[in-house]
């Protein structure tokens, strides 16, 4: 084992959708929960507690933004709540166009909308206009209860629906509870693990995972080789559904650090720490995080959240699932606004720190985490093409090819420390240079990160649209961070190209795009 072993605890990138918002959380205070509204009387589970869910997506292209991709299908069962509202993940729901219930066995169809949705929890919630048509559809259907009492080797069954809208279970036996990252980089959360074979049906994008009637969770993933379930689990589920209980969602919170095991001997007397004593060392405070407000510093020891003392590994021992990571203390069990107590060693003496949990909104970061439902932000130049860096651009290439300048993008966005402290809030770039005259020989200098344009400091996309109306001398000065450093454009020849590109061979509609 190295030295040090890295844990992420919740670095949260707050992801929540914008139909449904909140106020910072120091400016609101804490709201009381309401009820899960998915609470029902036990009940023997029919398929009348489950619909199909049918969804056309397409996503905008990261690399030649003005463009979409082909559209795709996706069909999934969503679970029947109280107040006609339907559970799916939020992968079901990423980039949709148009959303459709559909009665198993009667085929009846409805066009139904997303009324809230977390990427990073990776959970939506569907509901269909009120009309007498949705009062026939939902008639016949009764909502699930969630349960969340589900423990280590629990029995649960995966439900399907076949052709004609037959019901069709898959025993599986919980192995394991432990926290990992659902659909977004950078966030870990509850999941269940699960053994046994599942069958492959038509509607196997989003499964509900049931025990005595009641729902425990929703399928993440399969692994038909070592035959392996991995479930988001009803906790996780409940927490969504009470925070969106009031039509106020503030998603799941953060304290915003990076945790650095002590396992290693050597290392815990370098630290000072007695063979037997608890605590983690603390190598990463994020800046306006709960942490950094709670005053929280690097080198401090982790000893213990909210009375729960935290071993040497970074874990904590749960009372209903044993050891597990400290990150589900906040995200699993706490919700914004919260009060959280935390104690350090700081110095060799025991420090308690007092403050508020927050979320930051993916906005909030210097590169974007995930970018669903809408198309990337974008300003098109004189055949230069400049975007703000996000996770989904960099993805888009892959490990493999990952070199040159997409290399040292992937470098800044895992530290981002320099740039955030320059006061910008997005890391503007040239992403791609087309054939055009006025950008004649610079053809091989994407991925160049943007410092000023005509004398202006780029902080974001904004900056970069506004620097580009004050030219100087009929030439724009555009000033990177790599060689060759400055290149020039001469405005007339760069505004007749952008013409020449406005419906041309590239299909390009609009010039920018900073929404």
């Given at each position: 084992?190295?030295?040090s072993?890295?844990?992420?605890?919740?670095?949260?990138?707050?992801?929540?959708?914008?139909?449904?918002?909140?106020?910072?959380?120091?400016?609101?205070?804490?709201?009381?929960?309401?009820?899960?509204?998915?609470?029902?009387?036990?009940q023997?589970?029919?398929?009348?507690?489950?619909?199909?869910?049918n969804?056309?997506?397409?996503?905008?292209?990261?690399?030649?933004?003005?463009?979409?991709?082909?559209?795709?299908?996706?069909r999934?069962?969503?679970?029947?709540?109280?107040?006609?509202?339907?559970?799916?993940?939020?992968?079901m729901v990423?980039?949709?166009?148009?959303?459709?219930l559909?009665l198993?066995?009667?085929?009846?169809?409805?066009p139904?909308?997303?009324?809230?949705?977390d990427y990073?929890?990776?959970?939506?919630?569907?509901?269909?206009a009120?009309?007498?048509?949705?009062?026939?559809?939902?008639?016949?259907l009764k909502p699930?209860?969630?349960d969340?009492?589900?423990?280590?080797?629990?029995?649960?069954?995966?439900l399907?629906?076949?052709r004609?809208?037959?019901?069709?279970?898959?025993?599986?036996?919980?192995?394991?509870?432990?926290?990992?990252?659902?659909?977004?980089?950078?966030?870990?959360?509850?999941?269940?693990?699960?053994?046994?074979?599942?069958?492959?049906?038509?509607?196997s994008?989003?499964?509900?995972?049931?025990?005595?009637?009641?729902?425990?969770?929703?399928?993440l993933?399969?692994?038909?080789?070592?035959?392996?379930?991995?479930?988001l689990?009803?906790?996780?589920?409940?927490?969504?559904?009470?925070?969106?209980?009031?039509g106020?969602?503030?998603g799941?919170?953060?304290?915003?650090?990076?945790?650095?095991?002590?396992?290693?001997?050597?290392?815990?007397e370098?630290?000072?720490?007695k063979?037997?004593?608890?605590?983690?060392?603390?190598?990463?405070?994020?800046?306006?995080?709960?942490?950094?407000?709670?005053?929280?510093?690097?080198?401090?020891?982790?000893?213990a959240?909210?009375?729960?003392?935290?071993?040497?590994?970074g874990?904590?021992?749960d009372p209903?699932?044993?050891?597990?990571?400290?990150?589900?203390l906040?995200?699993?069990?706490?919700?914004v606004?919260?009060?959280?107590?935390?104690?350090?060693?700081r110095?060799?003496k025991?420090?308690?720190?007092?403050g508020?949990?927050?979320?930051?909104?993916?906005?909030d970061?210097?590169?974007?985490?995930?970018?669903?439902?809408?198309?990337?932000?974008?300003?098109?130049?004189?055949?230069?093409?400049?975007?703000?860096?996000?996770?989904?651009?960099?993805?888009?290439?892959?490990?493999?090819?990952?070199?040159?300048?997409?290399?040292?993008?992937a470098?800044?966005?895992?530290?981002?420390?320099?740039?955030?402290?320059?006061?910008?809030?997005k890391?503007?770039f040239?992403?791609?240079?087309?054939?055009?005259?006025s950008?004649q020989?610079?053809?091989?200098?994407?991925?160049?990160?943007?410092?000023?344009?005509?004398?202006?400091a780029?902080?974001?996309?904004?900056?970069l649209?506004?620097?580009?109306?004050?030219?100087k001398?009929?030439?724009?000065?555009?000033?990177?961070?790599?060689?060759?450093?400055i290149?020039?454009?001469?405005?007339f020849?760069?505004?007749r190209?952008?013409?020449r590109l406005l419906?041309?061979?590239?299909?390009i509609?609009?010039?920018?795009?900073?929404?």
């Open positions: 084992m190295k030295l072993q890295i844990f992420l605890l919740s670095l949260a990138v707050g992801a929540v959708s914008a139909r449904a918002q909140a106020p910072a959380p120091e400016e609101a205070p804490r709201k009381k929960r309401a009820p899960v509204v998915a609470d029902a009387p036990h023997v589970v029919q398929s009348n507690s489950l619909v199909r869910v969804a056309t997506s397409q996503s905008f292209s990261l690399h030649l933004p003005w463009q979409k991709e082909s559209p795709s299908g996706r999934g069962l969503g679970v029947v709540l109280a107040g006609n509202r339907v559970l799916v993940t939020g992968q990423a980039d949709a166009t148009y959303i459709e559909e198993p066995d009667k085929g009846q169809k409805i139904a909308k997303v009324v809230a949705v990073e929890a990776n959970l939506a919630l569907l509901e269909s009120p009309s007498e048509k949705q009062k026939a559809f939902f008639a016949g699930m209860a969630v969340t009492s589900t423990h280590i080797d629990d029995k649960v069954d995966i399907q629906t076949g004609v809208g037959e019901l069709i279970k898959s025993e599986l036996k919980i192995g394991k509870v432990l926290t990992r990252q659902y659909n977004v980089e950078g966030s870990g959360f509850l999941v269940y693990e699960a053994n046994n074979i599942v069958r492959s049906e038509a509607n994008f989003t499964l509900p995972v049931v025990k005595g009637g009641k729902l425990v969770g929703l399928l993933s399969y692994d038909s080789k070592n035959q392996v379930t991995t479930i689990p009803a906790p996780i589920i409940e927490h969504f559904l009470k925070d969106f209980a009031d106020s969602y503030e799941f919170p953060s304290l915003g650090m990076e945790l650095q095991s002590t396992l290693d001997e050597q290392f815990r370098f630290l000072g720490l063979p037997d004593a608890p605590g983690v060392l603390i190598s990463m405070v994020m800046k306006g995080g709960s942490a950094e407000k709670a005053g929280m510093k690097k080198g401090d020891i982790l000893v959240i909210n009375g729960f003392a935290i071993d040497s590994r874990d904590y021992k209903q699932f044993g050891p597990l990571s400290s990150s589900h906040v995200r699993g069990r706490a919700y606004g919260d009060k959280v107590e935390i104690k350090v060693i110095e060799g025991e420090v308690t720190l007092n508020q949990l927050t979320r930051r909104k993916p906005d970061y210097l590169v974007l985490p995930y970018l669903f439902d809408k198309g990337p932000r974008y300003v098109l130049m004189g055949g230069l093409l400049f975007q703000e860096l996000s996770r989904p651009y960099l993805d888009a290439f892959g490990e493999e090819r990952r070199g040159g300048a997409i290399l040292r993008l470098h800044i966005a895992s530290h981002p420390d320099q740039f955030e402290e320059e006061g910008r809030k890391l503007v040239l992403s791609l240079v087309l054939p055009t005259p950008a020989g610079y053809d091989k200098l994407g991925g160049q990160v943007v410092n000023k344009v005509n004398g202006m780029i902080k974001d996309l904004n900056d649209a506004e620097a580009f109306k004050n030219a001398d009929n030439m724009h000065v555009i000033e990177l961070n790599e060689f060759p450093h290149l020039y454009l001469d405005t020849s760069a505004e190209d952008n013409m419906g041309g061979a590239y299909r509609g609009s010039l920018k795009r900073l929404e």
